[in-house]
């Protein structure tokens, strides 16, 4: 196991959410081995301040970097957009975020020049999209939304009928008014909310999921650097959350769309 | 300041829900002062589980208890549900938890003896309404329903219109199909959405507000102690929070109907 491209990815999220990086992981790179961390103590970040969710990442990726990984991924656009700089100030192996790989994936779909971005109110208020995008290409016009009761909807599973549908017409608005064509969905919980955002932006409208585009990034930094596992037969993947296993097992299963068995539950250091 | 009844009140919740119960501290109670502290970096407690709940519970009551205080509340049903014998076991001085006294105003209230209870999915769990209630009359009949959605809508100031009607109406439909005649809103966040909640169950429902009643319970535990403060003048009244504090004093003003100012934010410290 000194070989580095055996050496498992770590992926942190603020809770489930993240686990839509583990799919689409699990969909391109099946032989890629990962070890989970869902700070299902502290989740949401979304609402929370720049400073607290810089603390809380720095402590997440501490944790996970006591073993050796080859790859970190932020699998939170809420952690990605606050904290990507103080983690790469902190830590020198290669980290992954989710936010320039989505608007990317947007500079490049649109064929109006008319982006729109949802996501929590840190992510929004961050403006990490807009920038992003905008180094993509300065010409394009944004148009930004937070919707912060999706992150709820999408960890109660209630993501279909009337009451997501309303409470979705009611955030999309101004984006629909906008006539943007392509939306990106910045943050991993609202792929769960799919179906209703897409019936709500109708059908001319793109849906850039950030997993997705994600993991499209990571499988090309493996590539180009030779770092493919090799892998073969079962994988040493691993999920810990900070609180409530069961709950994590039980939400999870809905984002993998199978069953999650052996979430262990751990503690981690505060950082002063 | 060596009287103790000059002490200040300690108050505590999982973030700016507990202030329902400030509202009535300063309605029935102008002249005590307080120290309250809310745990913004970690709200909401509601979907976690008993045994993070008690560690947040003991490291903010440690943290209030720095400073001498005659009585300490907590003003979170799930900390309360959750935490209070571990409180008890840990600090000498007074704890009212407003559990009791929302039970015992549901039990004195109830004409038919069918009472309902909803809060976060925590308290539900917990059972500890139900027990509380039986305790004070073991014929009731009990209805429970979490309704995980509600904090996030009060969180955001959603309290009216459509969306919240229907969530309302979802959660709601087993309760009103008991006809039940009493129901307490077993969240400090839930009188903030106690228009739509009203309406939902019919005006012949009585809605129980836990922040009145455990209020109700502090005046007569400091009026036969004889601890009731005789000062006159301003009140050096203290808003503590572990993070956020601008959101806090917005949030805040919904719960309050006033502006708050001088919200401090504060680090505490881990227990083992």
Redesign the interface.
Known sequence: MNNIKELPIGIFDSGVGGLTVVKELQAQLPGEAFIYLGD???YPYG???P??IKQFALECSSYLLKQPLKVLIIACNTASANAVGLLRKNFTLPIIEVITPGAQLAAESTRIGKVGIIGTTATIQSSAYIKALLKFDPRLKTFSQAC??FV??A??G?ISG??PK??TQ?YLKDLIRAQIDTLIMGCTHYPLLKAVIGETMGKEVQLIDSAYATVNVLKKYLKENGLLSDRIGPLPNKYYV???PD?FARVGSHFLNKELNDVQKIFID?QS
């Open positions: 299902t103590a502290r609402p929370r301040s400073e607290i912060p009761l709820a909807l960890e109660e209630w009337e009451v309303l409470i009611h900070t609180d409530a709950r505060k």
